[in-house]
Nanobody, 120 residues
Framework: QVQLVESGGGLVQAGGSLRLSCAASGIIFSINSMGWYRQAPGKQRELVAV???????NYADSVKGRFTISRDNAKNTVYLQMNSLKPEDTAVYSC??????????????WGKGTLVTVSS
């Protein structure tokens, strides 16, 4: 079993910054992609950013130039640096990881989420 634990959410004023972290633990052979998704009240969950094992990153258009995703493979951890935050960034941010198990198949895991609130 694999667990993903997020941290770093909170309340920040518009224009401010936050850094989210997500650490994976458990029986892991390797981790393929890691990413961040968010769900605002009354809206569907959407992709924010994803990074592959080769450090190729993709971002939602709404966060390009403001958010940066990175990962530390030695720590099985992914980060999301969020700058120039806007009230519309308010959401529950959840971490996702596609994990290669020791049995050589991939499984998809989710964290419980961390709330980011941006005040105007």
């Amino acid at each position: 079993q694999v667990q993903l634990v997020e941290s770093g959410g909170g309340l920040v004023q518009a224009g401010g910054s936050l850094r989210l972290s997500c650490a994976a633990s458990g029986i892991i052979f390797s981790i393929n992609s890691m990413g961040w998704y968010r769900q605002a009240p009354g809206k569907q969950r959407e992709l924010v950013a994803v990074i592959t094992s080769g450090d190729i990153a993709n971002y939602a258009d709404s966060v390009k130039g403001r958010f940066t995703i990175s990962r530390d493979n030695a720590k099985n951890t992914v980060y999301l640096q969020m700058n120039s935050l806007k009230p519309e960034d308010t959401a529950v941010y959840s971490c996702n990881a596609v994990v290669r198990t020791v049995f050589q198949y991939d499984m998809n895991y989710w964290g419980k989420g961390t709330l980011v609130t941006v005040s105007s």
